[in-house]
């Protein structure tokens, strides 16, 4: 970076801008990047002014963080409208499930060893007979249960 008129510029609150990282708000960097253009002007070599395609590109530059700005404003405001409308739905939906029977797949099972756990069990094809094997955590086989032939009728049941 070199000093214009015996003043060094200080770019980094434009390039942090232009890169993402910066903490400033879009209107403060904005206000930044016009005081930085103003301090360029300002202290410009009457005898040598700046080459009129830099200070464009550099205007350019500007015009085209303000729009990427506007852009990413809109898109936050678009993703919490989303959330919003989402979470309606979410709401809307729910009275409708009450009273309604949900399943889970898991092929672990709490049992405090005194009172009786029920299992859901789901035959795809029907069958005269079944066996469950309970097993602990640690993988050895507790216990086998047979199930009989109702219970291996195609469709969802439970066994103790």
Request: proline share 3%; hydrophobic share 40%.
């Amino acid at each position: 970076m070199s000093a214009i008129g015996g003043v060094t510029p200080n770019f980094n609150t434009f390039s942090n801008a232009m890169s993402g990282t910066g903490k400033n708000s879009a209107q403060q960097q904005q206000i930044d990047f016009l005081a930085m253009l103003m301090v360029q002007l300002k202290h410009q070599n009457p005898m040598q002014p700046y080459d009129n395609q830099q200070f464009a590109a550099q205007l350019a530059t500007f015009s085209q963080l303000e729009q990427l700005t506007d852009i990413k404003t809109l898109l936050n405001e678009q993703a919490d409208v989303i959330a919003l409308m989402a979470m309606s739905m979410e709401n809307t939906a729910l009275p409708a499930m009450i009273g309604k029977y949900a399943s889970a797949a898991s092929n672990s099972l709490n049992f405090d060893g005194i009172n009786s756990s029920e299992v859901g069990i789901k035959v795809n094809l029907p069958a005269e007979s079944g066996k469950a094997f309970i097993f602990d955590s640690n993988g050895t086989l507790i216990k086998t249960i047979n199930i009989d032939s109702d219970k291996c009728k195609v469709g969802e049941h439970t066994i103790q």
